[in-house]
């Protein structure tokens, strides 16, 4: 008889409780992961170089900082996008230490305006773009001055390959 009382309890019981599934806090998860990778995909920079400047290749496994920004092409030298002096009178230049290029990287220094920018300005590191039929003496003369104007690290960009592992 105890047996009897003991299953229609259970019977009873099973009927008036339904199985539901909670999402409130597998939102809460899914959230925080888009936030999460929102803002952290932000923070991977991929330096792309334009049309007209073709990188050497390399294999390297360090990723590229915020620097202040020299592309060299066949036709000028611009820093940070600003035209400073055209490329042959660089090449012609008897001066191992370009001024107008000194000049505007002594400039980029007193820029400070957002927190971006001054982390740029305050690295004292430069990324020279140059296209890879360029000269060397000419990547030289900017690289010397760069140094002139204080800023003593000095990146090549290249375009980097998948490493080969013999």
């Given at each position: 008889?105890?047996?009897?009382?003991?299953?229609?309890?259970?019977?009873?019981?099973?009927?008036?409780?339904?199985?539901?599934?909670?999402?409130?806090?597998?939102?809460?998860?899914?959230?925080?992961?888009?936030?999460?990778?929102?803002?952290?995909?932000?923070?991977?920079?991929?330096?792309?170089?334009?049309?007209?400047?073709?990188?050497?290749?390399?294999?390297?496994?360090?990723?590229?900082?915020?620097?202040?920004?020299?592309?060299?092409?066949?036709?000028?030298?611009?820093?940070?996008?600003?035209?400073?002096?055209?490329?042959?009178?660089?090449i012609d230049s008897k001066d191992s230490v370009?001024?107008?290029?000194?000049?505007?990287?002594?400039?980029?220094?007193?820029?400070?305006?957002?927190?971006?920018?001054?982390?740029?300005?305050?690295?004292?590191?430069?990324?020279?773009?140059?296209?890879?039929?360029?000269?060397?003496?000419?990547?030289?003369?900017?690289?010397?001055?760069?140094?002139?104007?204080?800023?003593?690290?000095?990146?090549?960009?290249?375009?980097?390959?998948?490493?080969?592992?013999?």
């Open positions: 008889m105890k047996q009897n009382r003991r299953m229609k309890r259970m019977a009873r019981s099973g009927r008036q409780k339904k199985a539901s599934l909670n999402l409130v806090s597998l939102m809460d998860v899914f959230t925080i992961l888009v936030f999460f990778l929102l803002v952290n995909s932000s923070s991977s920079e991929v330096l792309e170089p334009p049309k007209n400047i073709l990188l050497p290749d390399s294999i390297v496994d360090a990723k590229p900082r915020e620097t202040v920004i020299i592309l060299v092409t066949e036709e000028n030298v611009l820093v940070q996008g600003d035209v400073v002096i055209a490329t042959q009178d660089v370009i001024e107008p290029i000194k000049q505007r990287l002594l400039e980029q220094k007193k820029k400070v305006i957002g927190i971006r920018t001054r982390a740029v300005a305050e690295s004292k590191e430069v990324t020279v773009l140059a296209h890879r039929t360029l000269p060397f003496k000419l990547l030289k003369k900017v690289m010397s001055s760069c140094t002139a104007a204080g800023y003593g690290k000095i990146s090549l960009a290249v375009i980097q390959k998948a490493s080969q592992q013999g």
